[in-house]
């Protein structure tokens, strides 16, 4: 009997170390959820500064988040917010699907990137569905029997958490249209304010990586309706245009000034010569 009452104390004492553990550290927690899964889908390295989770009033936030541009993009990165704020379903908190009721985003910034005719969303684009698609086929591959026996003598990875969001709002969005080589062709505007329901409510949830894929293909739709880089392209070239003409207009001015100060010298000496004569 005592040997019961003390394994079942023991298993009580290691469930509240590990209820107050993760309560402890569960902010952490999902921001390096959050890092490890957005940056591995997106091949960048993205940077969260805090989470904040009240589980009390039910609320949260994701504070000072970047997200890189791909390779070869120079301009100082994709997208930008200070905060997200959330409301949370707490009862959803233990389950393997998190309810999330809102997420609101104001005054994110963006920077939409045009080189050598792609764009920095589009690439983010191609990349994160490539990502995924590999994902999806590495985890319906079947496994071999000598996998299988490795599996048994691993951990077991846990479930991965996913999450329902039942409204998304993104607004006051900033734009700057931006070709790297062409400082003075920016486009700057306010993107039209981003309001989508019940995401993941038909696929029973959705992990962050397909969250951050949604996201991403959204703000490339938008993005590309607004925006006309053949424009932007064309008022490049009609000032490199202006600029040559006046430069040019300039060398043929100073070459022309040069010469009649040289035909002046002429005049002088040949008026000088004359003077000697008598």
């Known amino acids: 009997m005592k040997k019961i009452f003390y394994g079942l104390l023991i298993v009580v004492v290691i469930l509240l170390a590990t209820f107050f553990y993760f309560k402890n550290n569960i902010d952490d927690i999902v921001k390096q959820l959050i890092i490890k899964q957005v940056s591995e889908v997106t091949?960048?390295?993205i940077k969260l500064?805090?989470?904040k989770l009240n589980f009390k009033e039910g609320a949260g936030s994701l504070n000072g988040f970047q997200l890189p541009n791909p390779n070869g993009f120079q301009t100082q990165y994709a997208l930008h917010f200070d905060q997200a704020e959330l409301d949370l379903d707490v009862s959803t908190i233990l389950d393997d699907t998190i309810v999330i009721e809102r997420v609101f985003i104001s005054g994110a910034d963006l920077i939409y990137e045009y080189r050598e005719g792609q764009t920095n969303f589009l690439e983010l684009k191609n990349t994160v569905n490539k990502n995924l698609k590999i994902q999806s086929i590495q985890s319906s591959a079947p496994s071999s029997k000598n996998s299988e026996e490795k599996k048994t003598t691993q951990t077991k990875p846990a479930t991965e958490k996913k999450v329902i969001i039942n409204s998304f709002e993104m607004i006051n969005t900033a734009v700057e249209a931006a070709i790297p080589f062409a400082s003075s062709q920016t486009l700057s505007f306010i993107l039209p304010n981003i309001q989508l329901k019940n995401i993941g409510v038909k696929e029973n949830g959705v992990g962050v990586s397909q969250l951050a894929a949604l996201i991403i293909d959204?703000?490339?739709i938008d993005l590309k309706k607004m925006t006309n880089f053949d424009n932007l392209v064309r008022d490049l070239e009609k000032d490199l245009k202006k600029s040559i003409e006046k430069g040019t207009e300039k060398i043929?001015?100073?070459?022309?000034?040069?010469?009649?100060d040289l035909d002046?010298?002429?005049?002088?000496?040949?008026?000088k010569k004359l003077k000697d004569l008598f």
């Open 43 to 45: 091949d960048t390295a």
């Open 49 to 51: 500064d805090s989470v």
């Open 252 to 260: 043929l001015g100073d070459i022309k000034s040069d010469i009649e």
């Open 218 to 220: 959204m703000l490339e």
């Open 264 to 271: 002046e010298i002429k005049d002088l000496k040949k008026l």
